[in-house]
């Protein structure tokens, strides 16, 4: 017997693959109403992760241990569900009431969805059926030639029961399917209003598939209501199959559970935001560039040109990226794991994601997730779809990253550091990362352009390419300024006994006033020789990192290059 709470609610994602940042703002709206419950009467909210990995097929357990970490590292914790505790102090799931286990496959093999349709089947409310898929396929196609909607004929219904009964338990091939009462199915939902759907819009389907094991409707509704499952919040792509539940549970003398479905989230240009995303912006990269092959070795060329051909089909993760990182595109983020890659913080992906078809009021836009957790209302969310405005994302993780302390970017860094850009913590020492973060911070939008904005020190002088284009304004400008510049500073930066940020922001100062020219005039050129261009970090951090002799090997190979270019 579970322990009633006012609130309990869940997300059930299926382990096929990573966690879109649909299914995260579902999470994150389930976590809020749960959490909200428990902030005004301690213990009576819970916050259900469940495993729904009866696709067998695609299911994996390393998509069940990455949507684990996808929400770990987004902060939204589950009170009941798979246990996950990590180094950083992470600690989710459990199992404190006894409703578990909370993997669906594992339920099966209790024979917790068996009891459940034959409790249907005694009842008469659903029925064994023995249409094989060729006879399905034709009864569909009769259908579509005759422009009808196709609904099941009840043909196995015109066998006895008995019979019915008989055949299934010989082991002849069979699904069970539901018996669809001829009334009208009626629900509220909190976004959408009172739901009405006719008895004709509806038919007898599947709940038990000819393998034995349950269809998504009959697990997920009989789940629902062995975990007490109060409030069920979803995206509206499963608005069709509510209906369906609504009978079940009717049917089955259960709780109706409230209902919300959140709303679409769409690309600015208005189409639904889609894994697909990163294929279409990865096919379209390869058609610009003229390839009638594979840019990468891990992709074999039959799949290749399918890809190419039929836009429905979807290459795996890391042949996207190989494709990106060979063409030196950004492909789009779609999934939770993307935007971590990007360099985003997740506090501020939670801050926009509960954006999406929800306001707080009060003009406010910048909050954190106990905010959410404080405000969250399901009568202040909006049916129109929502746009994933990236522009607006990227200005909330700005803003994040300026009001950061020195230390905390620091840490933050060198964690997403080790993480994506080992070369970054592998070729700069202790001292070399700290300056650099503090130097970055102030200038940088993603964790990621920190380290991209960092290349520069990880390289050594030979491996600077000069921009033409700095070349020629910076340092040939005026009848070769800029090389003049270099030439004389050069002396002064040997003579260093001090390389230290304040050691060389003097030198760059007393130079420009002894020159007579503006600290820009001196600052560029020394850019153009250190990285090849006129961005970088603030030219003294840009000095201290590379250290004396690095600087000066730069410096003379840019003087010997570019007085080239001069004569």
Same mark, same amino acid.
């Given at each position: 017997?579970?322990?009633?709470?006012?609130?309990?609610?869940?997300?059930?994602?299926?382990?096929?693959?990573?966690?879109?940042?649909?299914?995260?703002?579902?999470?994150?709206?389930?976590?809020?109403?749960?959490?909200?419950?428990?902030?005004?009467?301690?213990?009576?909210?819970?916050?259900?992760?469940?495993? %729904?990995?009866?696709?067998?097929?695609?299911? !994996?357990?390393?998509?069940?241990?990455?949507?684990?970490?996808?929400?770990?590292?987004?902060?939204?914790?589950?009170?009941?569900?798979?246990?996950?505790?990590?180094?950083?102090?992470?600690?989710?799931?459990?199992?404190?009431?006894?409703?578990?286990?909370? %993997?669906?496959?594992?339920?099966? %093999?209790?024979?917790?969805?068996?009891?459940?349709?034959?409790?249907?089947?005694?009842?008469?409310?659903?029925? /064994?059926?023995?249409?094989?898929?060729?006879?399905?396929?034709?009864?569909?196609?009769?259908?579509?030639?005759?422009?009808?909607?196709?609904?099941?004929?009840?043909?196995?219904?015109?066998?006895?029961?008995?019979?019915?009964?008989?055949?299934?338990?010989?082991?002849?091939? /069979?699904?069970?399917?539901?018996?669809?009462?001829?009334?009208?199915i009626e629900f509220d939902d909190e976004i959408r209003g009172h739901v009405t759907i006719q008895p004709s819009e509806l038919d007898?389907?599947? #709940?038990?598939?000819?393998?034995?094991?349950?269809?998504? +409707?009959?697990?997920?509704?009989?789940?629902?209501?062995?975990?007490?499952?109060? +409030?069920?919040?979803?995206?509206?792509?499963?608005?069709?199959?509510?209906?369906? +539940?609504?009978?079940?549970?009717?049917?089955?003398?259960?709780?109706?559970?409230?209902?919300? +479905?959140?709303?679409?989230?769409?690309? @600015?240009?208005?189409?639904?935001?889609?894994?697909?995303?990163?294929?279409?912006?990865?096919?379209?990269?390869?058609? !610009?560039?003229?390839?009638?092959?594979?840019?990468?070795? #891990?992709? @074999?060329?039959?799949?290749?040109?399918?890809?190419?051909?039929d836009k429905r089909q979807a290459l795996a993760p890391d042949q996207l990226e190989a494709i990106a990182d060979k063409l030196d595109?950004?492909?789009?983020?779609?999934?939770?794991?993307?935007?971590?890659?990007?360099?985003?913080?997740?506090?501020?992906?939670?801050?926009?994601?509960?954006?999406?078809?929800? !306001?707080?009021?009060?003009?406010?836009?910048?909050?954190?997730?106990?905010?959410?957790?404080?405000?969250?209302?399901?009568?202040?969310?909006?049916?129109?779809?929502?746009?994933?405005?990236?522009?607006?994302? *990227? !200005?909330?993780?700005?803003?994040?990253?300026?009001?950061?302390?020195?230390?905390?970017?620091?840490?933050?860094?060198?964690?997403?550091?080790?993480?994506?850009?080992?070369?970054?913590?592998?070729?700069?020492?202790?001292?070399?990362?700290?300056? *650099?973060?503090?130097?970055?911070?102030?200038?940088?939008?993603?964790?990621?352009?920190?380290?991209?904005?960092?290349?520069?020190?990880?390289?050594?002088? %030979?491996? #600077?390419?000069?921009?033409?284009?700095?070349?020629?304004?910076?340092?040939?400008?005026?009848?070769?300024?800029?090389?003049?510049?270099?030439?004389? #500073?050069?002396?002064?930066?040997?003579?260093?006994?001090?390389?230290?940020?304040?050691?060389?922001?003097?030198?760059?100062?007393?130079?420009?006033?002894?020159?007579?020219?503006?600290?820009?005039?001196?600052?560029?050129?020394?850019?153009?020789?250190?990285?090849?261009?006129?961005?970088?970090?603030?030219?003294?951090?840009?000095?201290?990192?590379?250290?004396?002799?690095?600087?000066?090997?730069?410096?003379?190979?840019?003087?010997?290059?570019?007085?080239?270019?001069?004569?």
């Amino acid at each position: 017997m579970t322990t009633p709470k006012a609130i309990v609610t869940r997300f059930a994602p299926s382990p096929t693959g990573r966690l879109h940042v649909g299914g995260a703002r579902t999470a994150l709206f389930c976590w809020a109403l749960a959490r909200q419950a428990n902030l005004s009467n301690p213990g009576s909210g819970a916050f259900i992760l469940r495993i %729904e990995d009866t696709d067998r097929l695609r299911s !994996s357990d390393a998509s069940t241990r990455r949507i684990l970490d996808d929400l770990a590292w987004l902060g939204i914790t589950w009170d009941e569900g798979p246990e996950l505790r990590t180094s950083s102090g992470f600690a989710g799931g459990g199992d404190p009431r006894g409703v578990g286990p909370f %993997e669906q496959s594992a339920r099966f %093999e209790m024979g917790e969805y068996d009891k459940v349709v034959n409790t249907l089947l005694d009842s008469g409310r659903a029925y /064994h059926a023995f249409e094989t898929p060729e006879e399905l396929a034709a009864m569909r196609d009769a259908a579509m030639k005759a422009k009808w909607q196709f609904r099941y004929d009840r043909s196995a219904l015109s066998i006895p029961e008995a019979e019915r009964r008989r055949r299934a338990e010989s082991g002849e091939p /069979h699904v069970v399917r539901f018996l669809m009462a001829d009334e009208a199915i009626e629900f509220d939902d909190e976004i959408r209003g009172h739901v009405t759907i006719q008895p004709s819009e509806l038919d007898d389907f599947v #709940i038990r598939k000819a393998d034995g094991w349950p269809t998504y +409707h009959l697990a997920v509704v009989a789940d629902d209501e062995a975990m007490g499952v109060t +409030h069920v919040i979803r995206g509206e792509e499963h608005l069709a199959n509510t209906p369906r +539940h609504v009978a079940l549970q009717k049917a089955l003398g259960y709780r109706i559970p409230t209902f919300a +479905h959140l709303s679409l989230i769409f690309n @600015p240009d208005g189409s639904k935001m889609s894994k697909r995303d990163r294929d279409k912006a990865a096919r379209q990269a390869c058609e !610009s560039a003229g390839l009638g092959s594979s840019p990468v070795e #891990i992709l @074999p060329e039959s799949d290749f040109e399918r890809w190419m051909k039929d836009k429905r089909q979807a290459l795996a993760p890391d042949q996207l990226e190989a494709i990106a990182d060979k063409l030196d595109i950004e492909l789009p983020e779609i999934d939770v794991c993307d935007f971590e890659a990007a360099g985003f913080l997740p506090e501020t992906l939670c801050n926009f994601l509960s954006l999406l078809g929800w !306001s707080p009021g009060d003009d406010i836009e910048k909050f954190d997730n106990e905010f959410l957790a404080q405000r969250i209302a399901l009568g202040r969310m909006v049916k129109t779809a929502a746009k994933f405005d990236r522009k607006k994302l *990227l !200005s909330f993780n700005t803003d994040s990253i300026t009001a950061m302390s020195d230390g905390e970017f620091h840490r933050r860094w060198r964690t997403w550091c080790e993480l994506h850009d080992h070369a970054v913590l592998k070729r700069l020492d202790a001292g070399q990362v700290e300056l *650099l973060a503090a130097a970055l911070r102030p200038r940088c939008k993603t964790l990621r352009e920190a380290a991209v904005s960092a290349r520069f020190a990880l390289v050594g002088a %030979e491996a #600077i390419r000069f921009d033409e284009k700095a070349v020629q304004k910076t340092l040939l400008k005026d009848d070769g300024e800029g090389l003049g510049v270099l030439r004389g #500073i050069r002396g002064r930066i040997e003579a260093m006994t001090e390389f230290t940020c304040d050691a060389i922001n003097e030198l760059v100062k007393a130079y420009s006033e002894s020159a007579g020219v503006g600290m820009g005039k001196v600052a560029q050129p020394l850019r153009v020789a250190l990285t090849g261009s006129t961005v970088s970090p603030p030219i003294d951090a840009t000095l201290a990192v590379l250290g004396k002799v690095q600087v000066l090997t730069r410096i003379d190979r840019c003087l010997k290059e570019c007085a080239v270019q001069a004569s």
